[in-house]
């Protein structure tokens, strides 16, 4: 997607530095190591969040920017490549939500196929409580602060997650490195031994040392708030749903190996232009739902309905705000969606968490569940 008009990202090549002037402030950054280039990877937009006044816009993790399933992939690939293979094990992946649930779901999926080690458990963290919850972290700059980590159900996976050795924290981006050093201290206090602990990212602004996180680019930041800037007013949502939505995602839970979940109307798609949609923390079943619809021909696109509210502009073309599926009560977003841009726009969810997308034709709603 082009840059819109309030965003002006200026760039020097030869110093690699950027300035990207938002409604809610100038960003300044400089690209200090690059797999990946900047403008592959991120876009710039400003929250409508009175705590952090820009959001990088990542282009490859399928959130706020349609893209295809199998870029991002690629980018949790180069990602799990970078780890060592001898991490002391068992070793946890834990993704946090609701952002990172894909990418970290498929950094562990890459890194077992790498490596071939069996004591590889993976977790997402969740903002719905649910089950018995192991640890919280908060998230200070976030508009939905609180993250929950459970114990994982089955008993085996508990044993391993209490076994841990080390914890390999996923999350989109880096800044000040509070949310990931929160959540690392939060595991820690519940086991009986140091963790190793390792922090993945697709960019790290943390200005930190040189191996603090694996990424695929690292530089610094800087953010000058306008003054003048004002937070928009938000419509509440309905909660038209109430508790009738069922958390089924086994990420929240806890995995060693994704169970193989039926994917219907996922075939004789090819030759359509198909976006597909998942909603929130679910995020895993719709990327392979798109998956199977590219390998069979269809032109796929994948992203995921957002809690994040981003003010139009800059990177963020289009926005519309939706009722919470999830009955709470909270406003959620799909972002850069054009009507007639496809044939048809699946919406892949959980049972009773069902959102309706004004405003757009050719939506089809695809419930998964084992």
């Known amino acids: 997607m082009d840059i819109a008009s309030e965003e002006c990202l200026e760039s020097d090549q030869s110093t690699a530095s950027h300035v990207a002037h938002l409604a809610a402030g100038t960003l300044r950054l400089n ?31 399928g959130r706020h920017i349609p893209v295809a399933p199998q870029r991002i992939a690629e980018a949790a690939g180069e990602l799990a490549a970078q780890l060592e293979s001898n991490l002391p094990g068992p070793v946890v992946f834990l993704a946090l939500a609701e952002t990172a649930t894909l990418l970290g779901a498929l950094v562990h999926h890459a890194y077992g196929t790498l490596t071939s080690r069996e004591d590889l458990l993976f977790l997402q963290t969740s ?17 939905a602060p609180r993250h929950f980590v459970h114990w994982p159900r ?85 909660s038209r749903h109430g508790s009738a939505a069922r958390l089924v995602d086994p990420g929240r839970l806890g995995y060693d190996r994704l169970p193989p979940w039926p994917l219907p109307g996922a075939a004789g798609l090819a030759g359509r ?29 994948f992203q995921a309905i957002t809690r994040s509210p981003v003010r139009l502009g800059g990177a963020i073309g289009s926005r ?23 044939d048809e726009v699946v919406v892949c969810h959980e049972p009773g968490a069902r959102p309706t997308l004004p405003g757009l034709d050719g939506v089809r709603h695809v419930e998964l569940s084992l």
Not at 32 to 59: I, K, T
Not at 206 to 227: C, Q, T, Y
Not at 276 to 301: D, H, I, K, N, S
């Open 154 to 238: 089955d008993g085996a996976l508990r044993t391993m997650f209490a076994a841990a050795r080390t914890l390999v924290l996923v999350d989109d981006e880096l800044t000040t490195g509070a949310t990931m050093a929160n959540l690392a201290q939060a595991c820690q206090a519940i086991h009986g031994h140091p963790l190793m602990v390792r922090r993945v990212v697709l960019t790290d602004f943390s200005d930190g040392p040189k191996d603090s996180a694996v990424s695929l680019l690292r530089g610094r930041l800087m953010f000058e708030p306008n003054p003048t800037f004002q937070v928009e007013s938000i419509p509440s949502s309905t």
């Open 127 to 143: 903002r719905y409580l649910l089950g018995e919850p192991a640890c919280f972290a908060e998230e200070s700059h976030s508009h």
């Open 320 to 342: 519309l705000i939706l009722d919470d599926p999830y009955g709470e009560g909270i406003p959620h977003f799909l972002y850069n969606v054009q009507p007639g841009r496809y």
């Open 31 to 61: 690209v200090l190591e690059q797999r990946w280039p900047l403008h592959q990877l991120l876009g710039f937009a400003s929250r409508n969040n009175p705590r952090r006044g820009f959001l990088l816009v990542s282009r490859v993790l």
């Open 273 to 301: 232009r198909i976006l597909v949609v998942g909603v929130g923390e679910f995020t895993v079943q719709p990327w392979r739902w798109a998956m199977q619809a590219a390998a069979g021909g269809a032109e796929t696109l």
